[in-house]
């Protein structure tokens, strides 16, 4: 196990020299230009000319992906042109803002999801589960923006309950965290009750029945723990693609996260900032698949045993001791 | 008279779909002894299973509905219990073993856990000791007690169904209910486990439903047989008798459908036809159609059980004329 995450990592190298490559040439077809933005609508030719050369921005392409590669290697991911401010410790301090966001998000959303999805499932053909599906679908089609807005005309401006944006304490993080939660809430939902349904199908659980396990035991371990490996990548793919879009969130909220940073890098075609802001976040999501694959392995032994070195004599079918062995292994893994 | 171990009275069970409904049992009556070991014949989608699922109360909650009937275990109907008195008896009192060991089994869960987990819910002991109950049971079907932290994945398809008989009888049961279960292997290992279960049976003394449509291993296997066609029992006797004196034709024809070592001819005589639509069944007897002994009054109604000969009944007019 270890030496599968251990390569995991090591394929996550190639895996950035790609995303950069491709972030180069993103930016590298994009009109405008930083120099030009730097310097205002009316500064001469050769001014911005000048700034260009500065920046060293008229170097060739490969250069340039050279020279960002390189230094990103030396741990130095450049300085955005318009604040001259280090872009990395810069996105560290914003970072903790999206976490929270994100984090709590995601907790909500999954804390709520689940349950709500396997409650649907085991009352189908009832208006318990219509209603479940009927909200799930709201949810899921409602733009999470005119959902923020709604929430703070009620819970902000009319009851007064709560700050309509910035973040001064605990109370500001509410409506952000629910606003960016819901969607996700009804998307986990909606996974968990149909991989449910399909689990609640299969011949394994009627022989847990069968055992005369309660409905409970029969709901909660022997079909859960199998019809929420799907759901975990859900919610990995939920909480990595939060990461780069809670942007929306932090707009309504003002809330100086990582999303508002790129988005301003973006609008002041401020390179740094966008080659590093979006290298930063796929290595994160990167990692957090990783993540979600070892979580899938923990659940699942099926794949778990894929990962585990196979012993030499773990023939397993044979008689004697042989078990012990890939008891063992499966221990050590 | 002395005690029936099971008995089913009238048991009517219907699927329901969107459009039909599909009769799968009608009115099935069946009687079996402590200790017999009777064999439930017939061919596919003739009720064998729902019965069994009947018996245990397993059957598909959203679509199935027992519409009829008394099934009395020890005298008491089960029909009738709670659902938390039933899962005492389910497991405990009545075990199933099922078709297909490949799915049969979580795969998520170690198969001591799914072993133990039968011999914990219905003992007051601890989980140390359902384990080690657990390795006794792995044992006695012939699969090293270190293997109870293995899962399903890491064991062949009759290991599995192995696994499965070990759970089934984890708790002593009385009674077991085998669906098909040697179906889904192949012939070799079908021996195994059938010696096997014989084995068990006779150190066990449980009383043993067997479903299966393979009459070798009723021959085999079972003392007694009860023949099913289309949702209904047409004919039931011990096995010498239904061997050596078949009376219903469709008895008769599964017979003639099999090969025989001696003939000389080389074609099977199948029975002709199909079996009737569950969803429209014909108002008489449901084996009219493709008998070539019926009348006109077959089509029309539907007969009645007739003994004929102490303990061998057939749901024929035949046996009627035959008084």
Known sequence: MLKYIGKRLLMLIPTMLGIALVVLIIIDLTPGDPARVLLGTNATEEQVEELREELGLNKPFLVRYWEFVKNVCQGNFGSSIMTQRPVFSEMLMRFRYTLVLVVFGTIFSTILGIPIGIYAANHTHTWKDSLAIFLSLICVSMPSFWFALLMIRFFGVKLQWLPISGIEDWKGWILPCVAMALGLMALIARQMRSDMLEVLRQDYITTARSKGLSERKVVYRHALKNAIIPVIMVIGGVFGSSLGGSLITEVIFSIPGLGQYIMTGLNNRDYPVIQSGILIISTLFAIIILIVDVVFALVDPRIRSQYTRRKKNKGGKSDDGTGKEAKKANATA | ?323
């Open chain 2, 1 to 323: 008279m002395a005690e029936k171990l099971l008995e089913i009275k009238n048991l009517s069970v219907e699927y329901h779909s969107d459009e039909d409904i599909l009769y799968a049992v009608n009115n099935v009556n069946l009687t079996l002894e402590p200790g017999e070991t009777l064999g439930l014949v017939g061919e596919t989608g003739a009720g064998k299973t729902t019965i069994a699922k009947s018996i245990m109360r397993i059957l598909p909650a959203a679509q199935a509905e027992i519409t009829s009937g008394e099934i009395l275990y020890r005298g008491e109907n089960l029909l009738a219990l709670k659902e938390k008195e039933m899962q005492k008896v389910r497991g405990n009192k009545i075990a199933m073993i099922f078709q297909d060991p490949m799915t049969a089994l979580n795969p998520v869960e170690t198969v001591g856990y799914q072993i133990a987990e039968a011999i914990k819910r219905h003992n007051k002991i601890s989980r140390n000791e359902a384990a080690d109950r657990a390795g006794d049971m792995l044992e006695m079907v012939g699969i090293p007690r270190e293997r109870l932290g293995e899962y399903p994945h890491q064991f062949s398809g009759g290991m599995k169904q192995r696994v499965v008989i070990a759970m089934a009888l984890a708790c002593n049961p009385e009674l077991l209910l085998a669906d098909e279960p040697t179906t889904a292997l192949d012939v070799t290992i079908q021996a195994q486990v059938l010696d096997m279960m014989r084995g068990l049976k006779e150190k066990l003394g449980t009383s043993v439903i067997l479903i299966t449509h393979d009459f070798g291993v009723v021959a085999d296997f079972c003392t007694a047989v009860a023949v099913t066609y289309a949702g209904e029992i047409i004919e039931r006797g011990s096995v010498d008798r239904i061997f050596n004196n078949p009376q219903h034709p469709y008895t008769q024809g599964l017979f003639n459908s099999l090969p025989s070592l001696e003939a000389t001819s080389r074609r099977l005589k199948p029975i002709k036809g199909l079996m009737p639509d569950p969803t429209a069944l014909p108002p008489g007897c449901r084996f009219c159609e493709r008998c070539e002994y019926a009348t006109e009054e077959c089509a029309k109604k539907a007969p009645e059980i007739y003994e004929v000969e102490p303990g061998h009944t057939v749901k024929c007019f035949r046996a009627r004329r035959d008084d």
